[in-house]
């Protein structure tokens, strides 16, 4: 009860559990998802990895144009991406200030992005070309 009269939070906010800027809780749930999400598919990657240790290119090509493997591989790449965009979107939320946080900011987005798109890329062109 002590910690209810030292909340800055409105009674109506404690009640819908929002902070003051009403959406701290999605960037948690989705923090929370994908690292929820990234344990199996780590699991799979190493896996998918060490079995690609004993072929050569050629090999390693023709594993991964097999849709399964592919398709694996790209959601690790692409959940581990979002979730450090997220971790790193916190980070600069809480520890930049003033104009060099929209930079920031934009910096994160753009740098998850191209490295997303590079990483599918490589993905597609192992496998498919």
């Excluded at 699991?43 to 849709?67: M, Q, T």
Aim: net charge positive; charged share 15%; with cysteine.
């Amino acid at each position: 009860m002590a910690d209810d009269l030292n909340s800055m939070r409105t009674p109506l906010g404690r009640v819908r559990f929002l902070g003051s800027a009403r959406s701290g809780m999605r960037e948690d749930w989705l923090m929370r998802v994908t690292s929820a999400a990234l344990v199996p598919l780590t699991i799979a990657f190493v896996w998918l990895i060490l079995s690609l240790l004993s072929k050569d290119y050629n090999g390693a090509r023709a594993e991964l144009g097999h849709p399964f493997p592919a398709i694996l591989m790209m959601l690790f790449v692409l959940a581990g991406i979002y979730h450090m965009q997220i971790g790193m979107r916190s980070i600069i939320a809480d520890y930049i200030h003033g104009r060099a946080r929209e930079w920031a900011l934009m910096a994160n987005l753009v740098f998850a992005a191209a490295l997303a798109l590079a990483c599918i890329y490589a993905v597609l062109r192992i496998g498919f070309v």
